[in-house]
DNA sequence: GTCAGTGCAAATGGTTTGCACCTCA
DNA sequence: TGAGGTGCAAACCATTTGCACTGAC
């Protein structure tokens, strides 16, 4: 655990009250399995982990709290693919990038200042103000190439 | 029209003519629909132009020849939002990234040699292959700045 | 006690697919 | 003439939502 849980419920529970919302069983289990790894996971990949681990959260709560740590920017929401969203922590952790591989999905972090730095001038050039990016580079990893290479 | 017609039916025709596949009514009367102008535009939206037009395309062709114009090079698919692929002209474009209005959806092309520079050195340091990417710039655009300034 | 939260199942919406009929090469 | 193409409607699948019940504060 990168994060003590302690800090990461203390964060959720001070932006939920914020809202007038409340810190609930559900919410607290649901912390506790996101914050235990830094792995990008799905909302799918979340519910199953619910289940096998008989936590009781229902797919609906999963879907719902998924939104709400998002806009508390205690998680990030990333388009990789069409077909569904990939979430990971920014809470305490630093702006990056991603490296998908093509081949097995695999994610790579990385960060670029200079890339970061164009991009601001891009959007200052084009008068539009500059709220966020996604840079994601797609290619295959070393362990798919050499999987490729030995066909 | 920025390309001719006749270079884009060509070009796709004998795309589709390697793999056996044919040159229908359908796909002629799709093709001058999507490169009749350059915009930026989702399935829905080409299928609502076919009837608008009563070209009798379905939505099911629809679908089906975005997936292979995209497939042939010619067109590329954007994942800007998560509820809808938004597609482009690639062929006889010079590659460019996308600044994307948070508020309208306007799009903006830019290029930045510098930014793709720096990423195939990323790509070389993480020993992955550059096989593509999508840099996303999201903010407001000057239009958008000046209705919100108004308010 | 009240209002937010939850589970369930149904709805949504973009996209895909099975199938019988049609048509290009 | 036969393989590929099409339209239609149904299926898919991630996500959202309506509703009645439950629980946090």
């Given at each position: 655990?990168e994060?003590?849980?302690?800090?990461?419920?203390d964060?959720?529970?001070?932006v939920?009250?914020?809202s007038?919302?409340?810190?609930?069983?559900?919410?607290?289990k649901?912390?506790?399995?996101?914050?235990?790894?830094?792995?990008?996971?799905?909302?799918?990949?979340?519910?199953?982990?619910?289940?096998?681990?008989?936590?009781g959260?229902?797919?609906?709560?999963?879907?719902?709290s998924?939104?709400?740590?998002?806009?508390?920017?205690m998680l990030?929401?990333?388009?990789?693919?069409?077909n569904?969203?990939?979430?990971e922590?920014?809470?305490?952790?630093e702006?990056?990038?991603?490296l998908?591989?093509?081949?097995?999905?695999?994610?790579?972090?990385?960060?670029?200042?200079?890339i970061?730095?164009?991009?601001?001038d891009?959007?200052?050039?084009?008068?539009?103000t500059?709220?966020?990016?996604?840079?994601?580079?797609?290619g295959?990893?070393?362990?798919?190439?050499r999987?490729?290479?030995?066909?």
């Open positions: 655990m994060v003590s849980f302690d800090k990461v419920l964060k959720f529970t001070k939920l009250k914020k007038n919302l409340r810190m609930t069983e559900q919410r607290k649901l912390l506790e399995l996101i914050f235990d790894s830094h792995d990008h996971f799905t909302a799918e990949e979340l519910y199953d982990r619910c289940k096998a681990r008989d936590l959260v229902s797919k609906a709560t999963v879907y719902r998924l939104t709400l740590l998002t806009e508390a920017e990030e929401a990333h388009n990789f693919a069409q569904a969203l990939v979430y922590h920014i809470y305490e952790h702006h990056h990038d991603h998908v591989c093509t081949e097995c999905s695999k994610v790579v972090e990385f960060t670029c200042e200079a970061e730095k164009y991009q601001r891009v959007a200052k050039e084009n008068r539009f500059f709220e966020s990016h996604s840079l994601n580079i797609f295959l990893c070393p362990d798919c190439q999987k490729q290479k030995s066909k």
